[in-house]
């Protein structure tokens, strides 16, 4: 099992955006351990919500690629978080695509699951989006 954090920055909304990801096999609060992989790209101009739906989508491509079978998404974007467990609906067309990958996606893991963090759990990964922007 290994817990993989995203976050998604905008400067501007819509603005040079950003995302950054944390992957760790750390069994605590994920602001210490092992790092398993980490994202910290620049992603062309776009709004926060893409940024973050990109941040989740990318983590999601990575894991499946290194063949990590289980695992914890932690976002900060309680929005993302509540559209991909279904307790919103995906209003915009331009997520759809992106809500579809990952319910497609999450079907090839043994185990999946995401929550809502606050920014303070979410350290490493804005710390990795907000360095792409520079």
Known sequence: MIKIF???ASKGNPGPASIGVWATNDKGSGNDGE???EISEAIGN?????????SL????EVALEKNHNQVQIFMD???VVKQVLGKYKVKK???IPFWKQ???NKKKFSSFSIQHVFREQNKMADLLANQALL
């Not at 776009?46 to 940024?51: I, P």
């Not at 989508?57 to 999601?60: D, E, G, H, S, T």
């Open 6 to 8: 995203c976050d998604g």
């Open 35 to 37: 790092s398993v992989f």
């Open 46 to 54: 776009t709004t926060n919500n893409m940024a973050e739906w990109k």
């Open 57 to 60: 989508l990318r983590a999601v």
């Open 77 to 79: 974007s309680e929005l």
């Open 93 to 95: 067309p331009e997520f």
């Open 102 to 104: 990952i319910q497609e």
